[in-house]
Structure formats: C-alpha cells, structure tokens
C-alpha cells in the first residue's frame, strides 16, 4: 500500500477542476498547470526510484484488498510511461503559452489538458480492467472537446467522426469486459490473469481477446487508423503535439498490458495477428507519409508507422522484444510531441502547411531547423539518437523469434520515416525563402524552449541508453514472469 | 428471463447498427444510444440476473445476487449519457456552421 501512486491521478484532476472556477485569470491557469504536471512528474519520478528499490507499488483504493475493490498498481512500466507522458505535457504546455491564443486560453483549455493528462495517467496506473474503460473514457472525452474547440468547420467535422468512431469501440469495449466477466468471474487484471494461468485460456477467452484487441487497435491507431490523419490534422498544434504524443501511445499500452499480462497463452493465433497487424500498418503507413505533400498529414503518418513497428514488438513477445519495445514506446512519446511542436512551429512561421509553398526557413530561424533536423534521425533511428537502441532491439528480437519477413517491412518502413523527415527538412529549411522580413505569420519562437528540452531528452535517451534500459528491463519483468505482478497485487499484506 | 433479455439485447443490436450505416447523422447518433443500450442490457444479462438475495451481510438466504455488473452498468450509463449529451450539440453545431446534416456531403470539399 502506498498512498503516492494515486497523486498522478489526483493532483492533475483537483487542479484541472480548481482551473475551472478560475476562467479569466489565464496568467494563474498558465502556473497551475506547469505547477501540476511539475508536481504529478515528481511523484512519478519518486515511484519509478521506489520501484527500482522495493518492487511494484499498489494501492488498494478505499481500503478493499483486492480482487474486491480496485487495485491501483505502479510496476516500472506504469510509473515509466507516466513519468514520461508528463515531461510531454510539460513541454507541450510551455508551447501552448506562446502559441495557441487568448481564445483558447478563455475556453477551459488548461483545466480540459490537466483532465486529459489525469486520464492518460489513470489508465497506465490502474490494475483494474474495466477502470481502465473509465480512464479511457476520461481522457477520450477532454481529448473530443480539445479537438472541436475552436469551432472552425473542418473541426466539427473531425470531432463528430473521431466521437463516433470512438463511441462504437468503447460500447465494444464494455461488451468485451461484459463477456470477460461473465466467463471469467473478475476484472481485476491481475486475478484475471491468475485464474487465465490456472484454468487456461479457453476458445471463448481467445474471442473476447479479439474483440479487445479490435478495441485497443482503434484507439493505438493499429490498422483501424483511418480516422487519425484528419483528426489529427484538425487542432491546434500544440494539442495535436499532445494527442500525437499520448492517445495512441495508452492503446499500445493496453495492448501490452493484455497480452502479456491475460492472454499470452494462445500466441499462435493472438501474436501473430498482432505481428501481421503491425506490418500491415507500416506498410500502410508508410504509402501515407510519400503520398502527402502537406506537413500534418505527413506527421501523421509517421504516428502510424511508429504505432505499427511497436505493435510488432508486442507480438514478438521476447524478452529483447519487449524491452525494445518499452523503450521505443518512452522514445516515440518524446518524439512526437517534439515533431509536432516543430512541425506546428514552421506551419505557424510560414502561414500554411502544404510544402510547396515553405521554403528557405533556415534563413529565419536556424535553430529550428537544426532541432527538426535532430528530430527528424531520431524518429528514423539513427544512432546515437533516442530511436535507434529501440528498433535495434526489436528487430533483433523479430529475428531471433524468425520474423524475417516483419523485421525487413519495419527496417524499410524506417527509411520511408527517414524520407518523409528530410523531405519535410529539404523543402522546408532550404532554397531562397519566400517570407521577406516582417512577413511571416508568426516568430516561432514559443516552439524553441520546449523543442530543446525535448530534443535534448532524446540525445539523453540515445547517449545514456544504458541506464534507461536497466529501466526498461525491469518492466518487463512482470510480463515474462507474471507471477511478480501478480503476487504484488493479490498477495500484500 | 437471460434468455429473452439477450434477444431483447440482439435486437436493439441490430437496430442500432443499422441506423448507424444511415447517412443522417441525427439517425446514427441515435444507434450508437441504442448500441450502448443494448451492450448494458447484454451486461446485465450474461452476469445472471437474480440468483439469490440481497448483497447484504445478515440478510436471509446463503445465496447472493452479484451487484457488481449493476455498478459496472450504472457507470457505463452515466459515461454513455454524457458523452450523447455531447454529441448531440456536436452535431447541431455541425449543422449550423456547416448547413447539412448529410454525413456525406460533410465529407469532401474542405479547403481552406
């Protein structure tokens, strides 16, 4: 039992519903925010050091031992991933401050992001699986009202198909959990996973974790993608750097979590689907990302392609596999919120975001493209960048488990990622530029801060990559031998 | 009573997805309430309806009725209304900024 593994949760709500009754005091909502998501960082980080000492935290909310009540459970995966989904906000706040207006600001903006983060952070901490349905629906609701917000007609239009689409999985989500506890007798993922490790994982069991890995597929944006590049494209920047940077990355969360922690035991049918899913998506993706000329939805893509390439990983299932895949999902978080900032940074210099039309930016503002350059290898994988340990290790453990085919589509997938960077470096960054002075829409200046902290977190990642996958390798302990999260969770005090 | 529960449930099921393939979008709001609907009755049913007393310690019967799928839908239901309650403005907002409510001429024509 240990009270600080709730904080992640509780600080970012209080101070989310605070902010409400604090509208037109922006100046106050700005501290606040930064103050909350420094804070909820800090008991993240405190739990990441407790884990690395004692083991997995718990926390049984209201004093109900599990599997009675809800477990609220910090294993090193957890406490990593909201560690790292809050040094995200906290860069993505600091660009909103100085980019995405006083409207926004007037209309509950940052009580509706410390909501969202509240939801992201709830959903990797939770043992229980149908509270994971909550804080998905928690998040996924601050996430509809950050996307409309603003009104503009393209908006409405992305919002009512990313609410619909996200209506149907959730109603299929309650279904699968309906089956799930009819068949299984709990929710509890934890004694859930216990009783699939007794019993076996029936052939019913197996079509309820279908069913769940169609739901999770549409919010991680596996295969079921086709609603991410509009709504994606459609908000402001800076939230678009925070969905980019977080709502996917819970549904990969999910996933992992399921199937390794429920249902590993039938990974001729289940893992192999995801593998084939994962190449499918990279694939895909990766058609999207030559196909586009603009920066968004290009962006986009690459959010496909990174999703797709984890998933693979996910399905592989080996111990190198996993690892990577944990440290690819730290790495893609940071990386993605920092290629949105940039790339919502130049859209906002030149006044549009289709290619043809930006050029010469470095002229401008060389920093800027200097860190888009940086970003732009570490998303591909080039070494020392944050980006490289990770794909080398998953592609190490495809090999190993003769995924020949699936490794060769995820190294291919990287240079089609590579080459979608530099084309946006290349046509954006060089040539004569356009903008004479004083004509351009707007300094870009608010991307730089947090565009060099966050670069400098993935050459941190890449350089000291040692250290970060001691991390790694820890949280992934608890899927290779189940019994340690299992034994966290049922059998404490 | 499971059994005439879940054809309840079947059908609301297929209602609502066919009013979901309509073009109103009025129409496929509508489905996904009665989808959601018809997932909280399937939940209900498949966890057993009344198989023995009330879930009170001291109450008659050894028997009791399991009151965890009722809490499970009672949250489902408040998520569910609210998240209709939203888009349901959505979409009258939809419709004033853009002048239909035809899911397919929403689609296409959007340059800005």
Redesign the interface.
Same mark, same amino acid.
Do not use: C, N, Q, W
């Given at each position: 039992m240990n009270n600080l593994v709730i904080m992640p949760i509780v600080i970012p709500l209080v101070s989310g519903m605070l902010m409400i009754f604090i509208r037109e005091r922006i100046l106050w909502q700005r501290w606040i925010s930064l103050i909350s998501v420094a804070a909820s960082a800090a008991c993240a980080g405190w739990l990441i050091r407790l884990n690395q000492t004692q083991g997995v935290q718990t926390l049984h909310v209201g004093g109900w031992k599990a599997p009675f009540g809800i477990t609220l459970v910090a294993d090193m995966l957890a406490s990593l991933l909201v560690f790292t989904a809050l040094i995200v906000s906290f860069a993505c706040l600091l660009y909103m401050f100085g980019s995405i207006g006083r409207e926004h600001e007037r209309f509950f903006l940052y009580p509706l992001v410390q909501i969202l983060v509240c939801g992201v952070n709830g959903s990797f901490l939770t043992g229980d699986i149908?509270n994971l349905?909550?804080f998905f629906?928690v998040m996924l609701?601050a996430s509809? #009202?950050l996307l409309?917000l603003g009104? @503009?007609?393209?908006q409405? @239009?992305e919002?009512?198909q990313y #609410?619909?689409i996200n209506?149907?999985s959730?109603?299929l989500f #309650?279904?699968a959990?309906?089956?799930l506890?009819?068949a299984a007798g709990t929710?509890n993922m934890a004694h859930l996973a216990e009783r699939m490790a007794e019993a076996g994982q029936s052939g019913p069991m197996t079509v309820i974790s279908i069913l769940l890995l169609i739901v999770f597929s549409v919010k991680a944006a596996l295969l079921l993608f086709f609603w991410l590049p509009g709504s994606y494209s459609a908000p402001p920047a800076a939230i678009a750097a925070m969905f980019a940077a977080l709502l996917t990355k819970v549904g990969v969360y999910a996933v992992l979590r399921v199937f390794t922690l429920i249902f590993p035991h039938q990974p001729q049918i289940t893992h192999t689907a995801l593998i084939w899913m994962g190449a499918a998506t990279m694939i895909l993706g990766a058609f999207g990302v030559v196909a586009y000329k603009s920066i968004r939805p290009i962006l986009a893509y690459n959010v496909i392609i990174s999703v797709g390439f984890m998933l693979f990983g996910v399905g592989v299932a080996s111990q190198a596999a996993l690892t990577g895949t944990v440290y690819y999902l730290v790495h893609d978080m940071i990386a993605k919120a920092l290629i949105f900032i940039l790339g919502g940074a130049m859209i906002s210099i030149a006044g549009t975001d289709r290619l043809q039309d930006i050029k010469g930016l470095i002229h401008y503002r060389p920093l800027l493209g200097w860190l888009f350059f940086v970003a732009g290898l570490a998303l591909a994988g080039i070494p020392p960048l944050s980006g490289f340990v990770g794909k080398v290790l998953i592609l190490e453990g495809g090999i190993r488990e003769e995924q020949m085919a699936v490794a060769v589509i995820g190294l291919v997938s990287s240079l089609f990622v590579l080459y979608s960077m530099m084309k946006i470096f290349v046509q954006g960054f060089w040539g004569e530029t356009f903008l004479s002075e004083g004509e351009q829409h707007d300094t870009g200046k608010s991307a730089l801060l947090p565009g060099v902290m966050l670069t400098a977190l993935t050459v941190g990642m890449g350089l000291g990559a040692e250290w970060v996958l001691s991390m790694a390798d820890l949280a992934v302990e608890p899927m290779l031998d189940r019994d340690v999260y299992i034994r966290a969770v049922l059998r404490t005090e | 009573m499971e059994t005439f529960m879940i054809i309840i449930s079947g059908v609301l099921y297929s209602i609502g997805t066919y009013l /979901?393939l309509s073009k109103t979008?009025l129409r496929?709001?509508l489905g996904?309430a009665l989808? %959601?609907h018809a997932?909280?009755l /399937? =939940?209900l049913a *498949?966890?057993?309806l009344k198989k023995g007393a009330v879930p009170l310690i001291a109450a008659t019967g050894t028997k009791y009725t399991d009151p965890?799928?009722q809490a =499970?839908m009672l949250?489902?239901i408040v998520?569910?209304f609210? =998240?209709t309650a939203?888009?349901l403005v959505?979409?009258y907002?939809?419709y004033l *900024? %853009?002048g239909t409510d035809d899911i397919n001429k =929403?689609?296409g024509s959007?340059h800005?």
């Open positions: 149908f349905f909550v629906e609701i509809y #009202v409309g009104g @503009k007609r393209r409405l @239009k919002t009512l #609410v619909l209506m149907t959730s109603t #309650v279904t959990l309906a089956f506890y009819s929710l | /979901m979008l496929i709001i996904t989808l %959601s997932t909280h /399937m =939940l *498949v966890s057993g965890l799928p =499970l949250t489902s998520i569910t609210a =998240l939203f888009i959505l979409a907002r939809t *900024v %853009s =929403l689609k959007d800005e």
